[in-house]
Every structure is written in C-alpha cells, then in structure tokens.
T-cell receptor, first 110, second 114 residues
Framework: QLLEQSPQFLSIQEGENLTVYCNSS?????LQWYRQEPGEGPVLLIA?????ELTSNGRLTAQFGITRKDSFLNISASIPSDVGIYFC???????????FGAGTRLTVKP | NAGVTQTPKFQVLKTGQSMTLQCAQD?????MSWYRQDPGMGLRLIHY???????DQGEVPNGYNVSRSTTEDFPLRLLSAAPSQTSVYFC?????????????FGPGTRLTVL
C-alpha cells in the first residue's frame, strides 16, 4: 500500500477526541482526507497542498507533513454521526493518479 | 447537476461472463477514474483517464478494460469475470491538473461473481 494508515479500527466514546495517521515513503503534491458512510462513495473532508499546512473544517483539523510524506487528521468532541471509514488519499508530484490508504473504521459509542 | 452516476447498482455474474459498468459525469471534468473497494484494502485504482481518448493503468488493471470516447462517459469492461473481481466499484471524477482538485465519487456498483 502506497499510503499506510493507522489505526485500522477506532472505537471511542462520544465527546472524545481522535487522531488518524497517514504515512508514506513517497512525496505527494497534495494529500486529501475523505469520509465514507455505509453504502455511499467517499466525500472530501479536507485537502492539503502546502508542506506543513494546517487546515481546519469545523471539528476537523489536518496537517500535511513538512516532507510531504505524511499527514494526520484530528476530530475533536466526537459525535455519533462521525462514524464511517476515513481515508487519506494522495496525488504524487509526477503522476496524475490519486492513491488511497486502507482506511480507518471509526465507531462512536453514545 | 447529477454529479457522478453509476449503473447498475447491483450485479451478479457467473464466472466467465463479461459486462460493462457504466459511469457518467455532468461536471465537465477531464479526469475520471475507477476504483475497487475490498474489505481492509481501501480503494485501489484500476484505470484512469485525463481526457477523451486518453487512458492509463492504475494499481490493479488486469482483467479490466476502459475507453474514453467522450468527456462525460467512462465505462469499465470486465472481459471474463472471475470470483476475485467480486467487489464494490466506484467511479470518480475531478478537474485535471496537480493542484487542489476535489474528487467526486459515484454511489458504487456492487458486483458479485459466482
């Protein structure tokens, strides 16, 4: 897998914070985080394209590593509707395709 | 706008049969791609296209063919279905280029090969 995600599974209590990690040995021109709900296609949450960039979208915060090889996604004050599979996806500098990590399956207990 | 549409939603094939998964987008996106999703493996790129008449292979292209005769349509053909091709297939599209380009996904086609 070009992009390694961890953890693979995450089960937390409502209100807790969580962090998902994405690492690679390759350099990416952009790194995106998607969420997939059951029976649907992934939907973009946050996109990063500058080294070291820190971006927020509501309760979500993500950062692109300074080497452009890694990223994390943090979700604060989790709620039950945050459940789903979270994917990181990267576009390499000299390539047109976009590759996905294996995903992190999140469960939030009320 | 309908976004990215896929047909059929569900399909059952017998080993050796062929079929075409349809994908269309109405956003005038140059870039389109096909992924398959299997448990624990995320989305793996099958084929992609950067414009009409231009296609290229992704991570797992074997057993699949694509063509891009128009900007709107990007069908995926299974030449001789095998049980290993049982999966959920997603089509996606985005604007081309290497900047920030959100990728839009269709609802998926759930394929079972017996």
């Amino acid at each position: 897998q070009l992009l390694e995600q961890s953890p693979q599974f995450l089960s937390i209590q409502e209100g807790e914070n969580l962090t998902v990690y994405c690492n690679s040995s390759s350099v990416f021109s952009s790194l995106q985080w998607y969420r997939q709900e059951p029976g649907e296609g992934p939907v973009l949450l946050i996109a990063l394209y500058k080294a070291g960039e820190l971006t927020s979208n509501g309760r979500l915060t993500a950062q692109f590593g300074i080497t452009r090889k890694d990223s994390f996604l943090n979700i604060s004050a989790s709620i039950p509707s945050d459940v789903g599979i979270y994917f990181c996806a990267g576009q390499r500098a000299n390539n047109n395709d976009m590759r996905f990590g294996a995903g992190t399956r999140l469960t939030v207990k009320p | 706008n309908a976004g990215v549409t896929q047909t059929p939603k569900f399909q059952v094939l017998k080993t050796g049969q062929s079929m075409t998964l349809q994908c269309a987008q109405d956003m005038n996106h140059e870039y389109m791609s096909w992924y398959r999703q299997d448990p624990g493996m995320g989305l793996r790129l099958i084929h992609y296209s950067v414009g009409a008449g231009i296609t290229d292979q992704g991570e797992v292209p074997n057993g699949y063919n694509v063509s891009r005769s128009t900007t709107e349509d990007f069908p995926l053909r299974l030449l001789s279905a095998a049980p290993s091709q049982t999966s959920v297939y997603f089509c996606a599209s985005r604007e081309s280029g290497r900047g920030y380009n959100e990728q839009f996904f269709g609802p998926g086609t759930r394929l079972t090969v017996l």
